[in-house]
Every structure is written in structure tokens, then in C-alpha cells.
């Protein structure tokens, strides 16, 4: 039993166990990247699931595979190619993060994804908590990690009395509730029981010391970056007049600049074109 403080209320870790794995035998989802332990088919799912809801990955995720079914396919592919399979999932860096690990696991490790946490961490674009969940969903490891719905229901169920939660309050909790021999499942569960309580309660993660809220979409850079990238990719190298007619944004030339530095795209004297 957990010792009661302002911020963790008394609650039984093996009663948190069976009332998790309650909820998931009945009301499990199915993904198609629940169905593979393939270290490449799942690293391709985690990140399009960085920041991205699960109802937008279903729809590009077995498309994305069947263009680029391993990782030699997708480092031997063009940016343009990655980005055009990409489109619809936004934040276009993770693409491109995910192209160039690719060509470093072709290049460094024979095409076989490390399973190593410093290697993988070591990765463009892959960071502490994606690389635990990389070792769990590919391995069956257990590492410890935290995402927004594994952070919803722990602060849900062990800190239902607290104002402000950090990360580090939950992770020993985590480690705790984890079953050594069933990460893979467990942490589905976790997920599963996660994206369904705010449905029902309001959300807990308001309490998190992390939490913010996302800015709006429309209208802001992050949509002009997408507009850029689908024209582009859709009419060819253009000049910024001609990109300035579709996004009608007047942080036009900032933000081509931004995706220039970040090698999304190339400017050959007066047209912007996605990098080849």
C-alpha cells in the first residue's frame, strides 16, 4: 500500500494492476502496428505517433510500409518521396528524421534497428521516452517510460489530490505497476485505459507540471509549413510569389527561410523546390 502524502493518495498497486487489465480484455483497440514486433515496422509507428492521434496514423501507416517496407527501401528513397507518403500526418521534420535514421541504420548498423537505448537515443529524432517505448513494443523490454496517457492515469489513480504533478513523481510508479514478462501488453493497456478516461472525467493531465495546451492550428506556422511542403511537392519548384498566392501568409519568407536551414527544401536562385 502507498503511503498517503499531498500529492499520492493510498492505492494498492496490484488492485491498479487487475483493474487495468480488466478494462483492456473487453475494451482493447486494434492497431495494425499492435500486430508486429517488427523493430522497423514499429519504429516507423512511433514516430508518426509523436504528437500525432492514433485515427490519423491508421490511415498512413500500412500505406507508408507498403511503399517503404524496410529500412533499405526508405533510405534509398528521396526526401520528396518520404514527404509525399508523409502528407496528411503534418509535422514534416519527423519525416525527415525518420528518412535519415534509416540511412544510419543501413550505413552503421547493417540495416538491423539497435535495440540498445544509447544507440537508439543516439538516433535524429528519437529521444529518451521514445526509445524506451522502441525496446517495449519491439522486444518486449520493460522500460520505463511516460507518454500522455500513461501520465493520464497514473495521476488519475495516484495522485488524485495533488494540484501540480511532475514526471518525476509518476516514473517510480511506473516502474512499480510494470509486469517484467509483459511490457508490450501492459503498456497498450496502460495506453488503452489512458485514451479512454477523458471521455468520462475530465482530463487529468491538466495537472501535469508539463502540460500545455497545443496552440491553435489554423492559421498558424505550423499549417503555412504544411501548405509549403503539399504545394511544393504537388507543383514543383515554385518562386515565393507564386507559393504566396496559395498560403496567403505574410510570414511567408520567414518561414521558407526556416525550412531551408532545417534541409526540408532548397532554393535554386529564385525557386524553393523539396530537397531531392
Not at 492514433?54 to 526508405?74: A, C, D, G, I, W
Not at 525527415?96 to 540495416?111: S, T
Not at 511567408?252 to 536551414?261: D, P, V, W, Y
Request: charged letters at 25%; glycine letters at 4%.
Amino acid at each position: 500500500m502507498l503511503v498517503e502524502t499531498d500529492k499520492t493518495p493510498a492505492y494498492n498497486i496490484h488492485t491498479f494492476r487487475r483493474t487495468i487489465w480488466a478494462f483492456y480484455r473487453t475494451q482493447k483497440r486494434a492497431f495494425p502496428w499492435r500486430e508486429t514486433a517488427d523493430p522497423y515496422e514499429i519504429l516507423v509507428s512511433e514516430i508518426m505517433l509523436q504528437q500525432t492521434q492514433t485515427s490519423r496514423v491508421e490511415q498512413k501507416y500500412e500505406p507508408f510500409l507498403k511503399r517503404f517496407p524496410n529500412v533499405e527501401t526508405l533510405a534509398g528513397a528521396s526526401m520528396a518521396e518520404v514527404l509525399a507518403m508523409w502528407q496528411g500526418l503534418g509535422y514534416n521534420r519527423r519525416a525527415q528524421a525518420l528518412w535519415k535514421m534509416a540511412k544510419i541504420i543501413r550505413d552503421e548498423f547493417c540495416g538491423v534497428v539497435p535495440n540498445d537505448q544509447e544507440a537508439l537515443v543516439a538516433l535524429p529524432g528519437i529521444g529518451e521516452a521514445t526509445a524506451s517505448a522502441m525496446r517495449v513494443f519491439a522486444w518486449n523490454e520493460p522500460a520505463v517510460f511516460i507518454e500522455t496517457n500513461i501520465r493520464r492515469v497514473f495521476i488519475h489513480f495516484f495522485f488524485a489530490h495533488a494540484t501540480t504533478v511532475a514526471d518525476a513523481d509518476i516514473m517510480p510508479l511506473v516502474a512499480r505497476a510494470l509486469p517484467r514478462k509483459r511490457a508490450r501488453e501492459w503498456y497498450s493497456a496502460l495506453m488503452d485505459f489512458g485514451a479512454h478516461l477523458p471521455k468520462i472525467i475530465k482530463n487529468p493531465n491538466h495537472k501535469s507540471k508539463g502540460y500545455a495546451k497545443q496552440s491553435r492550428f489554423k492559421g498558424s506556422s505550423r499549417q503555412t509549413r504544411g501548405l509549403i511542403i503539399k504545394f511544393l511537392l504537388t507543383n514543383g519548384p515554385s518562386t515565393t510569389e507564386r507559393i504566396g498566392k496559395e498560403t496567403k501568409d505574410d510570414r511567408l519568407e520567414k518561414i521558407l527561410a526556416n525550412l531551408t536551414e532545417e534541409g526540408l527544401l532548397v532554393k535554386n536562385k529564385k525557386r524553393y523546390a523539396v530537397i531531392s
